[in-house]
């Protein structure tokens, strides 16, 4: 049986966001990667709740749930309902809604607050300002499970005048650590950080002048709760 979910906002939308007035990600992205979810489902080895924050056309969440699981995905522009996901819209209306994520809210089944083992969240924290970030990473920690991955792909493109938040590695770490979000064990090296699953969410590759690629202009996180 399909688990019917329910989201209790204040905020059904990003309507002030430069992603809301100058869209680009809501209208053209319907995102999905079937390699990584197929890790993530042998990971957990169960059916599991997955949320996607920035969900856009809402793929990456069909998918999970034509694979057997529990899915929701949040999306701030209005957008969406005009780009290539827009029938995902109109058929998955328990598991797809708008929300402004930088502000507080709370997704419910069965009248009571759901958590998800496996959050899920590409190319839009830097969209997000750092006060922004505050009630976002403070919404991810009351959703995530206590044994819960929450994996999330940084852009550090500052070419992108969307991406507001451009930060250091060091930087990320801490904002995440101050949030009571660490690193999972798991590959650490310049740009992958206590990542678990291999199949990153988007490969970015950009070309110098000279036409040789250039790669790594984003960082790969893979966050659990802190215990302590």
Same mark, same amino acid.
């Given at each position: ?32 990667? *079937? /390699?990584? #979810?197929? %890790? ?12 996607? @924050?920035?969900?856009? =056309? ?66 839009? *924290? /830097?969209? #997000?300002? %750092? ?12 959703? @995530?499970?206590?044994? =819960? ?69 984003? #960082? ?9």
């Amino acid at each position: 049986m399909t688990t019917k979910f329910y989201l209790d906002t204040e905020h059904p939308g990003a309507f002030d966001s430069q992603d809301h007035l100058n869209p680009v990600g809501s209208l053209n992205d319907n995102y999905t990667n *079937i /390699e990584l #979810l197929k %890790e993530v489902c042998d990971h957990f080895k169960k059916k599991i709740n997955m949320l996607d @924050l920035g969900c856009a =056309g809402g793929q990456f969440v069909m998918d999970f749930i034509n694979f057997g699981n529990n899915a929701v995905g949040l999306e701030g522009s209005t957008h969406a309902l005009k780009g290539p996901g827009k029938n995902n819209w109109l058929n998955f209306s328990n598991n797809l809604f708008f929300c402004d994520i930088t502000k507080s809210f709370t997704i419910l089944s069965e009248n009571r607050p759901t958590k998800f083992e496996f959050i899920h969240c590409s190319e839009v *924290i /830097e969209h #997000l300002s %750092e006060k922004e970030l505050e009630i976002f990473l403070q919404n991810v920690h009351n959703h @995530l499970s206590d044994d =819960g991955i929450f994996c999330t792909q940084i852009s550090i493109d500052d070419s992108d005048p969307l991406h507001v938040s451009i930060f250091s590695k060091n930087k990320w770490q801490n904002i995440l650590s101050d949030h009571k979000l660490i690193p999972c064990e798991g590959i650490n090296d310049s740009h992958h950080i206590g990542y678990l699953f291999n199949r990153r969410f988007r490969e970015h590759i950009i070309f110098n002048y000279d036409d040789k690629i250039k790669t790594g202009t984003s #960082l790969y996180f893979c966050l659990k709760k802190n215990s302590i």
